[in-house]
């Protein structure tokens, strides 16, 4: 069962990696995607758990948006907050309608899961180092958890 362990033929050390705390720190772009990676997930996050979406939930999640990215002008804010009431309701496979503000939320988390999944691809391209392997655990785990809650 030995090959289990060593699946590429590699010789395994015998003791710690002989490497320099340089090296145990994330890359600057590592630190970037990870910054960019937590922004999604706890926008993810209030999406998933906020309940039934309206205006007021709309405003929250424009604040968020705001302290995680640049700044909304005033006119894409009234876009955002008026969209909800402008959509028509949807009929589902399952006979309930959802409004137009739900229906925003819903392509709202669909749009940062797609986030998510550009931030994995990205790590894919970079050197591999921990901290990468890492964040893609942290995707996965996290977002794991908030699919049940869609």
């Known amino acids: 069962m030995d090959f289990l362990r060593n699946p590429f033929g590699k010789k395994q050390s015998a003791g710690p990696p002989s ?13 970037e995607l990870q910054k960019k990676a937590e922004e999604k997930i706890e926008l993810l996050r209030y999406l998933t758990t ?3 979406f309206d205006r007021d939930k ?6 968020m948006l705001e302290q995680f990215e640049n700044q909304l002008d005033p006119q894409k804010k009234s876009q955002m907050l008026n969209a909800g009431e402008l959509i028509m309701p949807k009929l589902q496979s399952n006979g309930k309608a959802i409004d137009g ?50």
């Open 50 to 52: 906020s309940g039934k």
């Open 58 to 63: 709309m405003v929250t999640y424009i604040s």
């Open 19 to 31: 490497s320099t705390t340089d090296e145990q720190q994330p890359s600057e772009k590592v630190v």
């Open 101 to 150: 503000f739900e229906q925003l939320r819903q392509g709202f988390m669909d749009v940062h899961m797609e986030e998510l999944t550009m931030v994995i691809k990205l790590v894919g391209t970079l050197p591999p180092e921990l901290a990468s392997v890492q964040l893609v655990k942290h995707i996965i785990d996290e977002t794991g958890k908030l699919q049940y809650k869609r």
